[in-house]
T-cell receptor, first 113, second 110 residues
């Protein structure tokens, strides 16, 4: 069965550069979630989208933005990268927003040098 | 804001032993999820519990949500080295916000 696809799997950037992470949800899933997990830390919810509209916002820095496109894939744009942005970024998808199982992608490991 | 507290924070057991991980919420849970994460890898969904008193099992893992819907337990029977990893509980806090517990790091000694 198709799973959540994230690209790239690994990304190395310099401070102050920008990065774009992509998430392709499971077919027919209309909801996408982004999470950030720092080294040795628990995942933190960043933002979610339902039917191409932002449904909720968590601890996403102002330097980051995200959107969901008409084909339901989502992109997380990160600007003015800082060392502290180095983390594993997970995307998850579900059908609908409430009480539905979230399926997680493999994550994108971002390293900021 | 709602918080999820897990206990214990870390656990080392001998292969074949049973173990229990608890997840306590500061508020009523609308949905409680259990995930497993192998070190440095992605999250794997284990189970979702919604109704008070609900209990679900998958292979040797059983999870239960208490009647008051503020605590869940995850029980592993006859643990194996493949059970090692980080177990996280997660919850829908009721306003489309998703939060995670503090995590329990499990090591199973062969």
């Amino acid at each position: 069965a198709a799973g959540v696809i994230q690209s790239p799997r690994h990304l190395i950037k310099e401070k102050r550069e920008t990065a774009t992470l992509k998430c392709y949800p499971i077919p027919r899933h209309d909801t996408v979630y982004w999470y950030q997990q720092g080294p040795g830390q628990d995942p933190q919810f960043l933002i979610s989208f339902y039917e191409k509209m932002q449904s909720d916002k968590g601890s996403i820095p102002d330097r980051f933005s995200a959107q969901q496109f008409s084909d339901y894939h989502s992109e997380l744009n990160m600007s003015s990268l800082e060392l502290g942005d180095s983390a594993l970024y997970f995307c998850a998808s579900s059908l609908g927003v409430r009480d539905n199982e979230q399926f997680f992608g493999p994550g994108t490991r971002l390293t900021v040098l | 804001s709602q918080e999820l507290e897990q206990s214990p924070q870390s656990l080392i057991v001998q292969e074949g032993k049973n173990l229990t991980i608890n997840c306590t919420s500061s508020k009523t849970l609308y949905g409680l999820y259990w995930y497993k994460q192998k070190y440095g890898e992605g999250l794997i969904f284990l189970m979702m519990l919604q109704k008070g008193g609900e209990e679900k099992s998958h292979e040797k893992i059983t999870a239960k949500l208490d009647e008051k819907k503020q605590q869940s337990s995850l029980h592993i029977t006859a643990s194996q080295p493949s059970h090692a990893g980080i177990y996280l509980c997660g919850a829908d806090s009721g306003t489309y916000k998703y939060i995670f517990g503090t995590g329990t790091r499990l090591k199973v000694l062969a």
